[in-house]
Every structure is written in C-alpha cells, then in structure tokens.
C-alpha cells in the first residue's frame, strides 16, 4: 500500500553543510544568496535533490548569530558565520531518499521548518514513487523531520491493496481523488479530507474524508469513510453515514441509516454489506419497497 | 615600499611590494610579492564583504586601461570572511576572469571551481567551469 511504501525512515535534516555540485555558482552576498546553474546536485545524509538552478538563502545574519553553534567533529563540517534557511530548486527537479523518490518542476527546502515542498505544472504535477506505488498530487509536501507527507488534492492508485485478488484474477486499481491527503506512517494511516472520491471498477464512492489504514506489511486492511457516504456501482446506489472496507473480504458495510437504490427497490436497516466483486447485497433488518418487475430477466445476481 | 591610490579625495587602495616597476609613458607596472587592500565604495554590491586584501607574487599590467594579470599564486581575502586562491587572475576593465582552478570560502560556504568572473564593483561574483563545494545549512 502506498502510505507505508511511501513514508520510510528519515531522520531530520541536519545542521552542517550540504554537499553540492553544479556547472555554475554566483554569489550575491548583498542578498545573502548564493546561485547554482546546470546540472545542480545537493546531498544532505541520505536526502538528494537535483534540478537545472537552484538558490540558497541565508539567514539573516542576526539571526544566525543567535542560533547556538554546535561542536563538528572535523573544520570542514562548519563553514561558520552564516546558515542558508531556504533552497529553491527549478528544472527537472528530482528528490531522492532511501528508496522514496520524487520528481516535479520546483521543489522548495525550507530548513527551519523541516518540510520540502514540491510542485509541478498542470501537465506534469509532481509525483512521489516507491516501487511500483505512486502518489501526485498538486502540491507534495515532504516532512524531513517525520515520515509524513501532505498531498494537495491527490490522485493516487492504490496497486498494493489489490494483490490479494490474486494471480487468476486481473488486478482492479483503486483510484482515489481527494483535496487533501495526509499520511501519518507512525499511525499507519492516510487521511483523504474533502471531496474524497475512490473509483474501482464500475464502482464509485464518495464521502468527505476517508482513512486507510495499513498492516505491518505496508498492505492496505481498512477504509473507513466517515461523514457520510454515497455508492454507486451500476444501476445501484447505495448510501449510509458510515463505511468501512475490509481489503480482505472485499466488502464495504454501510452504516448509520443505510439506504439501498437498485432499480426501483429501496431498502433500509440496521447495515448493508455490498460485496464489491460478485456485486452481492447483505441488508440486516431489512425493510423497504421491492418491485420485483424490474428485475426480470436478470440471473440470479442481487 | 608602499603605494596608496586616491579618488576623490579617498583612498580607495594600500599596498606594498616587494619590488615595483613602473614605466610612466605606457602606464606599465610589474611588481613582485605585491599585497593590496582595495576598500569598496559604501553603498556597492562589493561592500557587504569590506575591504579586499589581494596578495600575488608577480602582478603586471597596463594601469591607464585597467588590464593586467596577477599570476605565481594569486589570494583574495574579504574582511567579511571569504578567501579565494588561484594561480593566476586576469583584469580587463571592470572584468575579473580566470581559468585555472580557484579555491574559495566564506561564511556559509565552500567552493572549488575551474575559474572565475566577476565584476570589480562586486555586481556579479561568479565561479565556472563547474563546481563543486557545500554550503552551511542552519536549523
């Protein structure tokens, strides 16, 4: 599942220098900057950044008098007197750390606050890989100092969660959309806030905010969907305040007044298990009006 | 000796060498183990660095024109903290320029590169020819 697989150990972005390579570097120390140009490359640890230009801006000097100096182990590892606070790399930009990796057109280190920002252009929106898995969004916020990640209405597949269909059958992505996401790999979870929308197959659900939650593993267990939720697959609708999907029985179980529309039917009760794959309906304490006129000719299928 | 260069009513250069000629009709100059202070003009792109020591051990050139070349070790420090070593350096006009490989730091930044360009007002300090070096990150 891409929460896990996205969000792997980090550590914080320490002080001391930032190795880097370019074609070019200018410095305007009036501005309290420095510029690279071609083929630029920053390493910090384990964190990689390239781009065509990139521009480091130093603290103020105030400021960076005031920030307590550490002891290095070697001179080379403290180049005093000043600290860039901020980088801005453009072009092509490409994120590497540990196995994570993230592309976008400008990319936005700001140090104080431990975050890299990464945007793209309308055509290409920025995108986080690992492996297989891949999450973009208009705006991806890395967290330097945690593992989490913040995603500005993201589009995300969810490959990982249908690897347990199977070899015999095909695989059958999850597409979610949403405004915003946020991932929490402490917790194991993705939060989807606002507008969220998840399309599998013929079926499509939209509530206002969604949590994944994923095992040890990394795979996809549980969505639950709060705030009131709508189904629909085919000719079916189905809606409930609640939902929950369990990634092993492929199952969403609607809760908190569940309503069941299929073709003239209209069902209620206490919860309705809707069978995602074989399309099967369970309504516990079922009441409603059935017309049975419309189903003719239908084979046995609910 | 020792030479001072005024302008303005303000002395704008100090420096000494070892050995100095000077050939007053073409403005030549060749001087040996020279070192310089140039104090940038207030309110320049080259004043937030202050006063500019240069040291080289052999500098000649044309002063009426401002063209000439430092070489057999050139090195440049700011009073604000930077330095930079090369082997030689060439001026034309208000144009700095080398090609050989230049050393350099300062604060919040280290830099080797395999040349240089920059503008005596201090507008434009650029290092060439790719680079490579680190600089400081805060917290």
Known sequence: ?302 | MAFARLSEGRVVARGIAERLDYRRSGGRLLAFEGAATIYPQPNTKLAPLGPLHLMASRLEGEVPVRRGTASSGVRMDATRGDTARTEQVHLDGEILRTDTRVFARGPGYAVESNGLLARTDGSAVQFTGGVAGQLQVGQ
């Open chain 1, 1 to 302: 599942m891409i929460a896990p697989a996205l969000v792997l150990a980090v550590a914080a972005l320490p002080p001391g220098p930032l190795d880097f390579k370019a074609r070019e570097m200018r410095i305007e120390p009036h501005s309290r900057r420095v510029f690279l140009d071609g083929d630029v490359q920053l390493v910090r640890g384990d964190l990689r950044v390239s781009g065509q230009h990139a521009e480091a801006e130093y603290a103020e000097q105030a400021a960076a008098k005031k920030a307590p100096r550490r002891k290095t182990r070697t001179p080379e590892a403290d180049l005093g007197g000043q600290n860039v606070e901020r980088f801005t790399v453009d072009g092509n930009v490409h994120v590497q750390r540990g196995s994570r990796t993230a592309d976008g057109e400008r990319g936005v280190v700001d140090v104080p606050a431990q975050t890299l920002v990464l945007t793209g252009t309308a055509l290409a929106p920025p995108v986080v890989r690992d492996g297989t898995e891949t999450l973009s969004g208009d705006r991806i916020l890395l967290r330097l100092d945690s593992e989490d990640v913040d995603v500005v209405r993201p589009r995300v597949v969810l490959r990982r969660s249908v690897a347990e269909e199977g070899p015999a059958k095909p695989a059958i992505p999850v597409k979610v959309e949403a405004d915003r996401l946020v991932l929490m790999q402490a917790r194991k979870l993705a939060r989807f806030t606002e507008d969220v929308v998840i399309r599998r197959g013929d079926a499509v659900v939209r509530s206002p905010r969604m949590d994944a939650r994923y095992g040890a593993d990394g795979e996809l267990t549980r969505l639950e969907l709060r705030g009131g939720v709508d189904v629909r697959q085919g000719d079916r609708r189905a809606t409930g305040q609640t939902a929950d999907y369990d990634a092993k029985s492929r199952t969403l179980v609607l809760q908190g007044d569940p309503k069941l529309y299929d073709q003239g039917d209209v069902l209620t009760g206490e919860r309705i298990d809707l069978a995602l794959d074989s399309k099967e309906v369970r309504v516990e304490r079922a009441k409603g009006r059935l017309r049975p006129e419309a189903h003719k000719g239908e084979g046995g299928t609910p």
